[in-house]
């Protein structure tokens, strides 16, 4: 048995809602673990991208969905059907890999075609899926043409095609964007989310980027050391980060200790009200976290905004960076002698500063995280 | 003060290496490769196309071309069957000895062919290994007969075929034949339809290689072959004998035509493995 029922304990997941399920799955290679208890699921029509840094695993969960590794413990399902022991070629799982791997001897047609092919599907049926496939993706011109003669954003529409041709169980994305440059990126995951939002198939990505996950997950789940931080909506990870690794991860934060005291935040020189969140204990050790735009700064004091004041600071350096400005703010915190603040244009316009400067330092809003990762 | 700059021309002086080393490396070559090609063809023709053609056609010198060919033709095929297979184990397994095996194959490039043919004499003669076992009545015999020539080719060309296509295995992305197997091929349809067609290249590089050096075998054919015209004299033993007679002439018609039967495959080899190659 690769799993031990009993030693799965996870928040509930609808296996049979789902179109892909990961329960309790964990992969060691020789002494090094990869992945440690990873629950996930994946609805129908869904995107989930799956965010992490080099070496946090997240490839091995792609693999070990597809079939093409093996869990040391934990299943996979797919649509209800536990396939945890099937091998790759009997899941049916429609993988687009960071190089695409298209077979570099058939042309776009033959690629598309070869997974129905593979299944005997009759030369009608497949002549017309392909057509239809060429259109989806926008390839007409170009059928007859061999994957070294195509660039890489067509290269990634026949990998797609490709897969989907046999009407694929999930559609499983390696770092899809890997290897095209930054514009051309930027396009293509527009483009992509478009088409899998058209076909409704559930997907998963993976990348190590932020701003791919933000734009493409329907949700996105954060992968630190082979363990999933946290899963939810990109709204949720940014604004709801529930550990420092995702804080810090996705987009810049600040980050100060301190503990909970009377349904506020402590530290030296600091008391921030907490509005409402009641689930820390009086005492409790916390950190605190605000991202640079979410800090207020004011020549004069000015208590017409809703903001709570968190120090006084003296402005660094200023630096423009296009569609904000980034200021390097010092302050005399615990722990922390520097904090850093955008400012979008409305504000810079309306409110120059300059280094040298002397500024009440307010913070619009910001999140309490326990101290310890959760167990 | 920097007005002028462009009108300064840059000039570089004649450099007298290049066109030196170029004569040089022609001059080397003259007496060690093309001159000796060269007197094949002069001598070989030299009383007419008539008498060259003659040599050409008598029955012990068609006897030997064709010997060579279908001797050669069969240890092609072995060896390009044996050395995919070898190539495709030994790049997708790693187990222990595997380094053995590979050297185990490569080993017969460096045996001298005289050696090799010596070596399968004991083994397939009289009182070898297997000899006592076929050389018994009602078995057939396999030294002294094509079987010998086949079984030397076999022999001296062994990793030939194998050495052009491993490498091209081992640069091959494993990614293609794992998106093949998550598209449900099995591991003989990924192997058919995806490794197979990348490897055109090497395959038929790999044959002609492995043909051209078993049609030029000598050392290893004159020892296992009994060398007797019309029945196991193969065209390198034939140009050999005729020479030992007297009979330049006829030594020289099938120099002739081995030499143009080489140039003829290095050309293959040489344009038409791109054009294979190519996507």
Do not use: C
């Not at chain 1, 899926?129 to 954003?153: M, N």
């Not at chain 2, 060896?79 to 095996?101: E, M, P, S």
């Amino acid at each position: 048995m690769p799993y031990n029922p009993e030693d799965i304990h996870i928040t509930p997941l609808d296996v049979g809602k789902a179109a892909v399920t990961v329960i309790g799955v964990s992969k060691s290679f020789g002494a090094a673990s990869v992945l440690d208890n990873i629950n996930f699921s994946v609805d129908e029509d869904e995107i989930v991208v799956l965010l992490g840094a080099s070496g946090s695993g997240k490839t091995t969960i792609l693999r070990i969905i597809a079939g093409l590794e093996m869990p040391d413990s934990g299943m996979v399902v797919l649509h209800g059907k536990d396939v945890t022991q099937l091998p790759a070629r009997q899941r049916g799982t429609g993988v687009i890999f960071q190089s695409y791997a298209l077979f570099p001897k058939m042309t776009v047609e033959s690629n598309i075609a070869y997974g129905l092919k593979i299944r005997r599907s009759n030369r009608k049926a497949i002549r017309e899926k392909v057509d239809q496939l060429i259109e989806l993706v926008g390839l007409g011109e170009h059928r007859k043409k061999y994957p070294s003669q195509l660039s890489g954003g067509q290269q990634q529409r026949v990998a797609i095609a490709r897969a989907l041709a046999y009407e694929p169980e999930v559609l499983l994305f390696d770092e899809p964007f890997g290897a095209l440059d930054a514009q051309i990126r930027a396009t293509l995951r527009r483009e992509i989310r478009v088409l899998l939002k058209k076909i409704n198939v559930p997907s998963i990505f993976i990348t190590h980027d932020q701003e791919e996950a933000l734009e493409l997950g329907d949700r996105i789940g954060v992968l630190n050391a082979g363990r999933m931080e946290q899963i939810g909506t990109p709204f949720e990870v940014y604004n709801k980060p529930m550990t420092e690794f995702v804080a810090t991860f996705l987009g810049a934060a600040n980050i100060l200790e301190g503990s909970i005291k009377e349904g506020r935040f402590v530290t030296e020189g600091v008391a921030l009200e907490l509005d409402g969140d009641g689930k820390f204990k009086d005492g409790q050790k916390v950190k605190m976290v605000f991202r640079p735009e979410d800090v207020f700064l004011r020549r004069a004091e000015n208590l017409t905004q809703n903001y709570q004041k968190l120090a006084d600071g003296t402005i660094k350096e200023v630096t423009f960076v296009g569609a904000f400005e980034r200021l390097t703010v010092r302050v005399d915190l615990p722990g922390r002698e520097e904090i850093f603040v955008n400012r979008p244009k409305t504000e810079t316009a309306g409110f120059p500063m300059r280094a040298g400067q002397n500024v009440p330092v307010g913070l619009v809003r910001f999140r309490i995280i326990a101290d310890q990762k959760p167990d | 003060m920097s007005a002028n700059l462009s009108g300064i021309k840059h000039t570089r002086g004649f450099d007298i290496v290049k066109p030196l080393s170029i004569t040089m490396l022609i001059v080397m070559m003259l007496p060690l490769i093309l001159l000796p090609m060269l007197s094949i063809f002069i001598f070989g023709t030299g009383n007419g196309l008539g008498s060259f053609w003659r040599a050409l056609k008598a029955p012990e010198a068609v006897f030997a071309l064709k010997l060579s060919m279908v001797t050669s033709f069969w240890a092609t095929v072995f060896n390009l069957i044996f050395g995919l297979f070898a190539a495709y184990v030994l790049t997708k397994y790693n187990f222990w000895g595997r380094n053995a095996v590979i050297v185990t194959i490569s080993l017969p490039t460096a045996i001298p062919t005289a050696v090799a043919g010596f070596a399968l004499l004991l083994l397939w003669g009289p009182y070898g290994l297997f000899g006592r076992l076929v050389g018994a009545e009602n078995t057939p015999r396999i030294m002294f007969t094509s079987y010998a020539i086949i079984l030397a080719n076999i022999f001296v060309t062994f990793p030939l075929a194998f050495g052009v296509i491993k490498p091209v295995l081992e640069t091959m992305s494993t990614s293609l034949e794992e998106a093949s197997a998550t598209m449900g091929a099995s591991r003989w349809q990924t192997f058919w339809h995806v490794t197979l067609p990348s490897l055109r290249g090497a395959l038929l590089g790999g044959a002609l290689l492995t043909f051209a050096r078993a049609v030029g075998e000598f050392g290893s054919t004159i020892l296992v072959s009994g060398n007797l015209a019309l029945r196991t004299q193969t065209a390198p033993l034939y140009i050999f004998a005729k020479f030992n007679e007297g009979q330049v002439e006829a030594a020289n018609a099938i120099a002739i035509v081995l030499a143009l039967f080489s140039f003829a495959i290095f050309s293959i080899l040489f344009f038409a493995r791109d054009w294979l190659e190519a996507d």
